[in-house]
């Protein structure tokens, strides 16, 4: 079935907001739709060290960070992928994700997160 938008229809794209700590300490607010990924929302931010150099396909871990433990548990669980690349950088910790595979939502509303030194 054919979805038919008017011209002037509204579409509502629910935000979220999140912090971002570079590596030079500084933090920063960002905001980003629902469903886009960390990653995508923290590079629309334009904060260049977020280098994502495989743009999101699981294959490059440049966008390593590190999640605020107290919001580690609310987290989706990690692939295998993601788990395997983790282990390839002289940085991983109990908190460190790849910010291409977590996406906003209202519940991660508020997560503090720092970008992980480069490999
Ligand atoms: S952007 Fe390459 S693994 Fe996340």
């Known amino acids: 079935m054919a979805v038919t938008i008017a011209p002037n229809q509204a579409i509502e794209v629910e935000m979220t907001e999140f912090l971002v700590i570079d ?34 396909c699981l294959s490059c871990a440049t966008c ?3 999640v605020e433990e107290a919001a580690i548990g609310r987290l989706p669980a990690m692939s295998a992928e993601e788990d395997d690349l983790l282990d390839g ?3 991983r910790t109990l908190l460190s994700r790849l910010a291409c595979q977590i996406f906003l939502s209202a519940e991660l509303s508020g997560l503090r997160i720092a970008l992980a030194p480069e490999d």
């Open 23 to 56: 590596r030079e300490g500084n933090s920063h607010e960002v905001e980003g739709a629902e469903g886009a990924s960390f990653m995508e929302a923290i590079r629309d931010a334009g904060i260049d060290e977020m280098l994502a150099l495989c743009g999101g």
């Open 64 to 66: 390593h960070v590190y």
């Open 89 to 91: 950088s002289d940085h």
